[in-house]
């Protein structure tokens, strides 16, 4: 497939004298970046927030600061067994 990419001159130069400078054409440089960029991308799942809980079951409000309780080894992180 042929698309028409615009970067700016310094990049496209900068480009341009890393492919010749390691034996690539100007093409094989930017389809190994996207090869690598999509490889990258597929190999580092999305981050999932995981709920937090403190203090007694049912209770959203602790009378202690959730800080108070990680240090007493009450705060637990995800789903309990």
């Known amino acids: 497939m042929k698309t028409t990419v615009e970067l700016p001159d310094e990049l496209a130069r900068r ?3 890393h492919a010749r400078t390691h034996g690539l054409t100007l093409r094989e440089l930017i389809e190994r970046g996207l090869r690598e960029q999509l490889r990258h991308d597929r190999a580092q799942p999305a981050y999932r927030w995981e709920p937090v809980t403190a ?3 049912g209770d959203p409000f602790p009378d202690r600061a959730p800080h ?3 240090y007493d080894g009450q705060l637990s992180y995800g789903p309990q067994p």
Request: net charge negative; hydrophobic share 35%; proline share 11%.
């Open 15 to 17: 480009a341009r004298e």
């Open 55 to 57: 203090g007694e079951p």
């Open 68 to 70: 108070e309780l990680a």
